[in-house]
């Protein structure tokens, strides 16, 4: 099934500590995209990649960093800068084909919690 | 600096009858507006994607309207059901090659069986 895996489901981060979260997609989509959920807000773009090796920062980006080696990775690492990280994580894709009104797919989301 | 409202937060109704969830956006030069529906912990589910050249989309009992010039969608769900019990949000695309979406807060719908 294709699909787009995010892991681990739930993680939990030590004061000072790094953490990555995986999201894996078959979808050969072009773009993907790390977004944070909180209660009561909207979801907000952290980072986002239109290529490999290529991403821009979203509307968040500050204590979060991305690489997107290959086009069916792209992995958030959530820095020790990240003063509040506990939230919702979310992972989504998108294929730019011309016209450029594919949706956005997502993941089921990692829980990230504070020790 | 576009901003999407969704009201009200939560809705309840009984199972079987036909509902309308609404969504508003400020900025009228919209590229295309999309439905989704959350699940407790779980990600989104993408339900319809609107065009800005089209006035609705259907897909099964769900039917999305979307008015540019008064910055509204609205999403109706025909004989609700109740697995159809879920967040759903609506999000805004300004333009083409701009990747940002700008999303609503969700209604949380109940349906009572």
């Known amino acids: 099934d294709g699909g787009i895996t995010q892991s681990p489901k739930y993680l939990f981060r030590k004061e000072g500590q790094n953490v990555t979260l995986s999201c894996e997609q078959n979808l050969n989509h072009d773009a993907m995209y790390w977004y944070r959920q909180d209660p009561g807000q909207g979801l907000r773009l952290i980072y986002y990649s239109q290529i490999v090796n290529d991403f821009q920062k979203g509307d968040i980006a500050e204590g979060y960093s991305v690489s997107r080696e290959k086009k069916e990775s792209f992995p958030l690492t959530v820095t020790s800068a990240q003063k509040n990280p506990t939230a919702f994580y979310l992972c989504?894709?998108?294929?730019?084909?011309?016209?450029?009104?594919?949706?956005?797919?997502f993941g089921d989301g990692t829980r990230l919690s504070i020790l | 600096k576009q901003e999407v409202t969704q009201i009200p937060a939560a809705l309840s109704v009984p199972e079987g009858e036909n509902l309308v969830l609404n969504c508003s956006f400020t900025d009228s030069a919209i590229y295309n507006l999309q439905w989704f529906r959350q699940d407790p912990g779980k990600g989104l589910t993408s339900l319809l994607l609107?065009?800005?050249?089209?006035r609705e989309q259907t897909s099964g009992r769900l039917n999305a309207s979307l008015d540019k010039s008064s910055g509204r969608s609205t999403l109706y769900i025909a004989a609700s059901q109740p697995g159809d019990s879920a967040t759903y949000l609506c999000?805004?695309?300004?333009?083409?090659?701009?990747?940002?979406?700008?999303f609503g807060t969700g209604t949380r719908l109940t349906i009572i069986p």
């Open positions: 989504a894709s998108r294929r730019r084909a011309s016209g450029g009104n594919q949706p956005q797919h």
């Open positions: 609107i065009q800005s050249s089209q």
């Open positions: 999000a805004v695309r300004l333009e083409f090659g701009n990747e940002k979406l700008t």
